[in-house]
């Protein structure tokens, strides 16, 4: 007979899988307030492709370095609420642009799990991991070009696509629109959800050598927007799973609840409306 004690019922069990050295919700962080209103109108949070720096793989295409990739993706922070100000907010030492904005929605942590979100991989750039990887990208660079796939190596340019777009350096550098800032990264707890673009026209990544392009910021936009239209690509929100909406300010606030009245019944607006977090208040409380 087994012995009770051995036994864990489904109430205990789920208090196991919660997150209690991390957060227990992915927050998405947005430099405009219309990217929030967007969001909320819509449902949903729409990737966009976001530059990373790949010099620390030491890549190499026909002579020619490959410093930055283009890749699509929705990124979310896990970091708990009375620290999200040295990863909202700019840095008030350097007067650097280095903040993700003050707006931003916070989504239940198990249900980022199921709809496959997952957390990226930290690289040490003197670590055997980080140099047998670059080999690899080298060895299959070939196969990164979208226009040239062999189909008999479909299997592994997914693998190495994906491998690239879940991975980053402990530092480096970042975009900010048309500036870099340098960045620790690790301190981010970064996840990510790459969208599935198999069928679809909108690349599955691009690079500096084929495609110099991507260092501006109008193609990189246009780009973004023409995914947006793909709707297989987007992260449908439930209003259950939001546990957070982030603004500025009352006047931000003001904006959201106006919307909410708009386009959700009456208690969906007064659910939703309980979630707001207005960042100028709370901010000197953390």
Not at 136 to 155: A, C, H, R
Not at 214 to 228: C, E, G, H, T, V
């Amino acid at each position: 007979m087994m012995d009770n004690k051995q036994v864990i019922d489904a109430g205990d069990q789920d208090k196991c899988y919660d997150y209690h050295q991390s957060a227990n919700t992915l927050f998405h962080f947005m430099s405009e307030l219309d990217y929030l209103l967007h969001s909320l109108t819509k449902q949903s949070l729409f990737p966009r492709y976001v530059l990373e720096n790949v010099e620390y793989l030491k890549l190499d295409y026909k002579g020619q370095q490959v410093k930055w990739l283009l890749i699509p993706m929705l990124c979310f922070c896990d970091i708990n609420l009375h620290k999200l100000s040295m990863h909202v907010g700019d840095n008030q030492k350097t007067g650097t642009k280095e903040g993700y904005g003050q707006y931003g929605i916070g989504l239940d942590k198990k249900w980022c799990e199921q709809m496959g979100l997952q957390p990226i991989s930290y690289l040490n750039g003197n670590a055997s991991q980080t140099e047998m990887l670059g080999l690899v990208l080298n060895q299959g660079l070939e196969l990164m070009d979208p226009y040239k796939i062999d189909k008999s190596n479909e299997n592994l340019y997914d693998f190495i696509i994906t491998q690239v777009a879940l991975s980053k350096p402990l530092r480096g550098q970042m975009k900010k629109e048309t500036t870099e800032v340098q960045k620790n990264f690790h301190d981010e707890r970064e996840w990510r959800f790459i969208p599935n673009l198999e069928g679809l026209t909108s690349p599955e990544f691009l690079n500096d050598v084929t495609t110099p392009e991507i260092m501006n910021l109008p193609f990189r936009r246009d780009l973004s927007n023409a995914m947006q239209a793909e709707k297989d690509t987007h992260l449908k929100l439930k209003i259950n799973i939001i546990k957070y909406i982030f603004v500025s300010n009352l006047d931000d606030r003001d904006k959201v609840l106006e919307l909410l009245s708009m386009n959700f019944s009456r208690e969906e607006a007064l659910e939703m409306a309980t979630k707001i977090v207005i960042y100028d208040q709370i901010v000197k409380d953390w």
